[in-house]
């Protein structure tokens, strides 16, 4: 019975396979860095030996071949000197659900196996790698065209244990504060690494003068820092012989602009990164560079755009960055403009209110108050409801829910939000 005991644990070990899932939840050339991300770390995971078959990828695909990219057809996730091609990881990177297919819904289906096309087909023995590229907020993670709630988010995972789809599961979350979509989250086996906490933005890198490659600028930033630390560990170190822990704390370090944390099921730490990302321990010596040109994700549309018109080469050029960086400063005011509306609305008679709300950092346990006021801004904003500046107002949304629901007030907040985005600054 024994020798019968160990020879069935031997067959379910070699029968154990590695599943991968990766999203890039964003559209649109200003966000090129997050489509880069996502098939850089396809190329990660492929490399170190996850099959294709096992890899399942979610990117909206509008960059590689945009009319601004200067290099058609291809990704950079890390700059180049002038006369060093640098590496396309485009290349290869094969998407299973692009363009209007790539939604929360999509995501979910994957992820609990319900999915008409490619999905995860883990069983109970497999390993499951998730990495995930956008924008976020306070109890939010984007998608081109709309979001999904930490509520929403945590019952996935709930649903795949109680399929029992997978013996450990590892999710690394590169969003605006990313933290708060695994704060409570209880269910078994799951570990989760955020770029930050539940109430700081994320970075953007190889941003500005630093997104060139072979003497050419990209125009857009690179890469996420938190991403490229960990995929940059990944390239440069055996897999094999590295924790989860010594991951983390590398990563931890290398990402100075904002705190990597970990959540979840925390027993399995010392399990080896390769249990996740691909048991080939192939890798290329090289230091983790921590000096990378950042800009924070709330104000890298900004930033970038404003460098892209001070740097243009022709005239034609500075015009056409001029009118970017006008239409990014026009959003950024329409956005600033409905939420203060919106305050204005729900606290018409208490400026201490309404500066609690601006200030405070409640968690996002108000689901059905928070999703109808983002669900009435997403749909009567007169702005992008989906860059990381307008997503960091989503905070006040959760902390009037906040304050609502402890004070007892009925206030319609789907209403107000739609009201809010009607017209100037109510005083």
Partial sequence: ??????????????????????????????????????????????AKGIPESNIITLAYDDIANNSRNPFPGKLFNKPTASGVEG???????????????????????????????????????DNVFVFFSDHGAAGLIAFPSTTMHKAEFQTMFDTMHSKSMYNKLTFYLETCESGSMFEGMTTPGVYGL???????????????????????????????LFSVNWMEDSDAVDITQESL????????????????????????QSDKVSEYQGNDGAFTAADLDTSKGTMSARQVDLQQAYYN?????????????????????????????????FLHLVYPDDSDKR?????SKAPANQYECE?????????????????????????????????LAESGANVDVAAA??????GATLV
């Fill in 1 to 46: 019975m024994v020798k019968a005991a160990v020879l069935a644990s031997m067959v379910g070990a070699a029968e154990a396979a590695h599943w991968a899932v990766l999203v890039a939840g964003s559209n649109s050339y200003s966000n090129y860095r997050h489509q880069a991300d996502v098939c850089h770390a396809y190329q990660v995971v492929k």
């Fill in 194 to 224: 955020s770029a930050s906490s539940p109430s700081e933005s994320s970075w953007g890198t190889y941003c500005g003068s630093d997104a060139m490659v072979d003497g050419k600028s990209v125009g857009s930033c690179l890469g996420d």
């Fill in 87 to 125: 590496v396309d990881v485009y290349a290869g990177c094969k998407i299973d659900y692009s363009g209007s297919d790539v939604t929360p819904a999509t995501f979910e289906a994957v992820m609990t196996g319900t999915a008409s096309g490619k999905k995860l087909e883990s069983t109970a023995d």
């Fill in 355 to 359: 500066q609690a709300a601006r200030q």
């Fill in 245 to 268: 822990t010594d991951q983390f704390g590398s990563v931890k370090t290398a990402t100075s602009k904002s705190a990597v944390m970990q959540w979840g099921d925390l027993s399995f």
């Fill in 309 to 341: 018109y001070a740097n243009a080469a022709t005239g034609s050029d500075r015009v056409a960055a001029g009118d970017e960086l006008q239409a990014v400063i026009t959003d950024q005011i329409a956005v600033e403009t409905a939420y203060e509306n």
């Fill in 371 to 403: 999703m109808a006021a983002r669900k009435s801004f997403e749909e009567n904003g007169k702005f992008d409801s989906f860059t990381g500046f307008s997503l960091q107002f989503q905070q006040q949304v959760v902390n009037v829910c906040a304050d």
């Fill in 417 to 422: 939000a739609k009201q809010a985005c009607g």
